[in-house]
């Protein structure tokens, strides 16, 4: 069964730093491009970041270009996304979500986990 | 960048109607273009991609048309279980990847 498992988020100070973590199983993760997704409060969906098989091929949205980090460890079947210099507009519930083969589709999606950005 | 419009943001329809969202690109994006449920407080859920392909496991009453600038996701008879948000979100000419507003439906 595939599955995808974020963790990582929590409550952290304008300014502040959080790594979120993204578990895969049921699948052969080196085989698939995958992406963080995420969704303020009662808002839609914003893509944040996509990363190739091996990691050599990375896009960031504007909005956190600069601050936020993807990466991957395919030995331990794990996505990566490092938070820094995090604003209140980046409180959101945030999803890591596999790409898909021959298409740029994402399926399937995490449970997500909430950031909170606040003093 | 390329922008995608939904209409209505909005829908409250009946049991057993038929219903249509649309979703409209900036720019040409042939057929890269896939249509998402989410239920509330769920993660979203793929149900149409390339524009017409019904991804496994996705009702029958769920299809998908369009290419170029204009898309249709139609629900050809609303169950109680399609209460959710859709969006529509493009992959051509990445990055970024974006999606639409998202359309709410509800029961009337």
């Known amino acids: 069964q595939v599955q995808l498992a974020e963790s990582g988020g929590g409550l952290v100070k304008p300014g502040g730093s959080l790594r979120l973590s993204c578990a895969a199983s049921?699948?052969?993760?080196?085989?698939?491009?995958m992406n963080w997704i995420r969704q303020a409060p009662g808002k839609g969906l914003e893509w944040l970041s996509y990363i190739s098989f091996t990691g050599n091929t990375i896009y960031y949205a504007d909005s956190v270009k600069g601050r936020f980090t993807i990466s991957r460890d395919n030995a331990k079947n794990s996505l990566y996304l490092q938070m820094n210099s995090l604003r209140a507009e980046d409180t959101a519930v945030y999803y890591c979500a596999r790409g898909g083969q021959g298409g740029g589709w994402f399926d399937p999606w995490g449970r997500g986990t909430l950031v909170t950005v606040s003093s | 960048d390329i922008q995608m419009t939904q209409s209505p943001s909005s829908l409250s329809a009946s049991l057993g109607d038929r219903v249509t969202i649309t979703c409209q690109a900036s720019q040409d994006i042939g057929n890269y273009l896939n249509w998402y449920q989410q239920r509330p407080g769920k993660a979203p859920n793929l149900l149409i991609y390339d524009a017409s392909n019904l991804q496994r496991g996705v009702p029958s009453r769920f299809s998908g048309s369009g290419s170029g600038t204009d898309f249709t996701l139609t629900i050809s008879s609303l169950q109680p279980e399609d209460i959710a948000t859709y969006y529509c979100q493009h992959y051509d000419n990445l990055p970024p990847i974006t999606f639409g507003q998202g359309t709410r439906l509800d029961i009337k």
């Open positions: 049921g699948f052969t993760f080196s085989d698939y491009y």
